[in-house]
């Protein structure tokens, strides 16, 4: 509810106030996949860690072809030119949805802990300007506010979805590392996508070099403490 009153609240197109919103998200996620993400997939050097990184890279390649479909929106793109008036993009949301259900499953594998709470905090702050550019881009393109609603609404539930099919199928709470190896490169993808994208003027950059810190110190000092 919060995204959809902000989607509200800005410009449809992406300003200075957007770009920050994403790259303070950007900077937390990776973060979160550095500090938690990273050190859980590989710590107890189990006969099979040796093939984790093959699972990161192949999280970092899944969330590529995603994006053939979803556009970008994950970091904060908008190609309303290409998509036409008042017709639902469903290549675009089935890719997003997807995503949402990809990111989450870990949660549902791995079960309460520290690494968890994290991890639900990263795709929280993720998915804020996600929403934000969603709705944006859905009445853009004039589909209807009821719709537009419903379609967040929909987003926000393959959360929920990734969560509990990963606690609730046998096979998927036997892969906790790799669903997470999964995840973690697609945090690395969207994370580095979002900050290294070159933005315009000195100053801008200086703002937006802070909000990487802070974003960074929060992720640290919040990982200690949990």
Avoid at 27 to 40: I, K
Wanted: hydrophobic share 55%; with cysteine; charged share 10%.
């Amino acid at each position: 509810m919060a995204a959809l009153l902000t989607a509200h609240l800005l410009p449809l197109k992406r300003d200075t106030t957007m770009r920050l919103v994403l790259t303070f998200s950007g900077a937390y996620l990776l973060a979160v996949a550095v500090l938690d993400l990273l050190p859980m997939v590989y710590h107890g050097g189990g006969e099979h860690h040796h093939n984790i990184g093959l699972w990161v890279m192949g999280g970092y390649l899944l969330q590529l072809l995603l994006e053939l479909f979803s556009g970008g929106v994950e970091h904060g793109h908008q190609h309303i030119h290409d998509l036409p008036k008042k017709k639902m993009p469903t290549a675009l949301l089935v890719a997003l949805f997807l995503h949402a259900i990809l990111e989450c499953t870990p949660i549902g594998a791995m079960g309460a802990g520290a690494t968890a709470t994290s991890l639900t905090v990263a795709i929280a702050l993720h998915s804020f300007p996600i929403t934000i550019v969603l709705y944006s881009l859905l009445r853009s393109i004039q589909v209807s506010q009821a719709r537009s609603i419903a379609l967040i609404v929909l987003f926000g539930g393959m959360h929920v979805l990734g969560v509990v099919l990963a606690g609730s199928l046998g096979f998927l709470r036997g892969a906790e590392h790799e669903l997470t190896a999964i995840t973690l490169g697609v945090f690395l993808h969207v994370s580095t996508t979002i900050l290294f994208e070159s933005s315009k003027g000195h100053a801008f950059n200086l703002i937006k070099f802070a909000s990487i810190v802070a974003a960074f110190a929060l992720a640290y000092f919040g990982h200690e403490l949990i």
